[in-house]
């Protein structure tokens, strides 16, 4: 099995900062993509960052320039670093990841695994 633990969500003025973390545990051979996703009240949840194996990332317009996404492979980790926060990133926010892992008796393959979700509320 396979667990994602997200941390570090809370309540901040605007123009405030967060740092998200996402812990990866269980039977992890190596991590591929992982990403952090946002849904908002009412709104489908959205791609927010994403950062490769390769240390490539990707980000969504409403984002550029004040999020910071990272990782750290040695201790499955993947971070989002929120800086110059507006009201309208509050949301629960879920990391997902693509797994290698392997149960016993059976071959590696990967999967899917999302966290189960930190609030961040930003207040005006």
């Known amino acids: 099995q396979v667990q994602l633990v997200e941390s570090g969500g809370g309540l901040v003025q605007a123009g405030g900062s967060l740092r998200l973390s996402c812990a990866g545990s269980g039977s992890i051979l190596s991590i591929n993509a992982m990403g952090w996703y946002r849904q908002a009240p009412g709104k489908q949840r959205e791609l927010v960052a994403g950062?490769?194996?390769?240390?490539?990332?990707n980000y969504a317009d409403s984002v550029k320039g004040r999020f910071t996404i990272s990782r750290d492979d040695a201790k499955n980790t993947v971070y989002l670093q929120m800086d110059s926060l507006k009201p309208e990133d509050t949301a629960v926010y879920y990391c997902?990841?693509?797994?290698?892992?392997?149960?016993?008796?059976?071959?590696?393959?990967?999967?899917?695994?999302w966290g189960q979700g930190t609030q961040v509320t930003v207040s005006s």
């Open positions: 997902n990841a693509y797994v290698w892992t392997k149960r016993p008796y059976t071959s590696s393959y990967v999967g899917l695994y």
């Open positions: 950062i490769t194996s390769g240390g490539s990332t």
